[in-house]
């Protein structure tokens, strides 16, 4: 009798895993993507973008803005890392200038020079990372200092840093130390201390790192973190818990080879690197750069994650008939779901006085500068150009 109770669990239990195994889908492979940068097509940004809206923000003698390297949105407010400054400016979101956030110096509470910027919107503080002194300063949104942790990621050399929802941090460096050692991904903890390395590749290609590159990390929509390393082509994804690592895609270059990446001098090195990537809603846009044949244009990739389309040329911000949008320089923020530009004083004046600028971004421009003669405009501060992407979209046919 016990024996036959034996067989019949043992072929219900054989059963059911069995099925289980059947329900199971086989998991899906990262999507391959093909990017020839030499295609000098015209991306219409109206294939990708519903509407744009802008923020003049106030030029005053303590709001001066020399290098924006990350904008941080919190509700009705701005934080802006000022890179060439080492400054946090406070604005609100009509762009009026309300105050700076800590300030240099070796006390508690004052950097040497902020490397990253982040943000913990639950908390509705700012995360600034001291590069030189090696310490993590958290202020709230009206400046004042809460803490610092010392001596972050055991004083290792950290290229980039974001902050998990659960307080702890990601790490990224894509280039070796003398000893070869803490390249890759690894987590730190909410005290400072180095835990475990979740991504490490010791091929490193021998190029010279890019000056352009200032973000490697950012956030996205489901509280997760996504990854663009430098040397490969290739974008990550790490989980909430900042736990676990997935290629989430991968570029594949035409005629970029290992032994074009070995150029010691970058301007003489005839390969395409990317130099920045945002990934935002459905969207995946990445500035492709080769030094010796781009001339100073770079070009772009643009990846929809639900149509898995992919166009590739420049972004044509002149050609819309409806939108008045301007080139800017794409900048790394906390927006899940937009494209954000800097546009410069020098830009504006420019744009206002060329021919194939169309009149209703003219008039736009004109409004922006209102009252102000030319001397003025080159003192202003940036112009947030915001671009608020389409869901959903078909980029080919």
Known sequence: MKQLLFLILSFVLIMFYSCKKEKELPTEEPPIVTVDPNIKDVIPVDLFVDSVSFIPLETTDSSLIAKIAKILFFDDLMAIHDYKTSAILLFDTKGHYLRNIGRKGQGP????????????LDKKQIIAYDSYQRKMIYYDLDGNFIKEI????????????????????????????????????????????????????????????SNYFH????????????????????IFHIDENGKKIEKYMSFDIEGKTREKMTSPDPKEADYTKKTMVYEKGNYILTEWFNAKKNYGVPAYSLYSKDGKQTVVGLIGYYKSETLPTIYGDLINTNDLNDFVTIISPERILEDLNRDKVKEHTKEMLATLVAGKSEDEIIEMNPVIQILHLKKQVKLTD
């Open 109 to 120: 509470g004052e950097y040497a020079f902020i490397a990253h910027l982040m943000s913990d």
């Open 150 to 209: 010392t001596g972050f990621s055991n004083n290792k050399v950290v290229r980039d840093v974001i902050n998990m929802p659960d307080g702890s941090f990601i790490c990224y460096k894509g280039d070796c130390d003398r000893e070869g050692a803490y390249s890759g991904v690894w987590r730190v903890d909410s005290t400072g201390l180095m835990g475990e390395t979740l991504y490490s590749d010791p091929d490193i290609y021998p190029v010279v790192r």
């Open 215 to 234: 973000s490697y990390l950012y956030y996205l929509d489901d509280n997760s973190v996504g990854l663009a390393t430098e040397y490969k082509d290739d």
